[in-house]
């Protein structure tokens, strides 16, 4: 009986990690190395849509973009600014979300959606169906970078170009996408229904 129960033990780790979606270690790789100069907790975040280097118009940004907002939420160091704000605060500066922002540009932006840094990155496109990314952690009050890093992340979604005009990027969702936004889905789920689990001792008199 103890042996059965030690296999057991055993296979519970294989099985979580197995139930974690393919390529997500690398985003959270990426978000560690970006944080890893920062200090305190007070910090709120902002993370820019991915342009490509060569200007190509495609939603392989919002994407990469969107699962490296997922991980730094997961992390829970620092708030982060929601997605749908940073956008429409580019849209209305009229500004190209890429790796290479002027001070005074990073400054209005940070003002705008009250973040303290921002994240900006740009997209690569390799010649064995992965895309490097190369994103900058940057302070909003100094426009200095405070970080930088680089992966090399696999395009496992089907994009398509995003629609110029109304800023809004689009693109075609996959099984190994809907995966990811189960996993995450169930993560935020499980986090909730630990909060509402816990009971509060009544005030003594």
């Known amino acids: 009986m103890k042996t059965?129960?030690?296999a057991l033990l055993l296979c519970v780790p294989a099985l979580s990690g197995a139930a974690e979606p393919r390529g997500q270690a690398v985003y959270r790789q990426l978000a560690g190395e970006l944080l890893k100069n920062c200090t305190g907790t007070d910090h709120k975040i902002g993370v820019a849509n991915f342009t490509y280097t060569d200007g190509r118009k495609s939603g392989d940004g919002e994407v990469v973009s969107e699962r490296l907002t997922t991980e730094l939420v997961r992390l829970?160091?620092?708030k982060i600014t929601e997605r749908k704000d940073i956008q429409q605060v580019f849209a209305e500066l009229k500004l190209q979300a890429s790796g290479v922002m002027n001070e005074d540009s990073v400054r209005n932006v940070g003002r705008m959606v009250g973040a303290d840094l921002l994240i900006l990155g740009t997209l690569s496109e390799l010649s064995d169906g992965r895309i490097e990314v190369n994103a900058r952690l940057v302070g909003v009050?100094?426009?200095?970078?405070v970080s930088a890093a680089r992966v090399n992340v696999r395009k496992d979604w089907r994009g398509k170009p995003g629609g110029a005009g109304d800023g809004q990027v689009k693109f075609k969702r996959d099984e190994k996408l809907e995966q990811y936004d189960k996993a995450i889905r169930k993560y935020m789920d499980d986090k909730a229904g630990q909060q509402?689990?816990?009971?509060?001792?009544?005030?003594?008199f």
């Open 4 to 6: 059965l129960i030690a």
């Open 76 to 78: 829970g160091r620092f």
């Open 141 to 145: 009050a100094s426009g200095e970078i």
């Open 196 to 204: 509402h689990s816990v009971v509060k001792e009544p005030p003594s």
